[in-house]
């Protein structure tokens, strides 16, 4: 409960909780505009390098590993 002190405030989303209409077009500009760098988010694995994938996920060296299927 310390966290909360001093004005600050926890805010969450549950799925499901976005209005795609008006959400998915803030990030396309959020995107075009160089402000939502996906390339620093999301990085891709073939699927025989999964367990990189989990351990940069734990490290924090990637935010959303994305395992690729061929």
């Known amino acids: 409960m310390t966290h909360l002190l001093f004005g600050r405030t926890v805010r969450g989303i549950l799925p499901g ?11 396309v500009k959020l995107f075009r505009a160089g402000l939502f760098p996906t390339d620093r988010l999301i990085r891709h694995y ?13 490290s924090g ?3 959303k590993p994305v395992l690729l299927m061929e």
Do not use: G, H
């Open 17 to 27: 909780d976005s209005q795609p209409k008006k959400f998915l077009p803030q990030l």
């Open 46 to 58: 073939r699927l025989d390098e999964i367990e990189n994938a989990i351990a940069d996920m734990k």
């Open 61 to 63: 060296a990637t935010i």
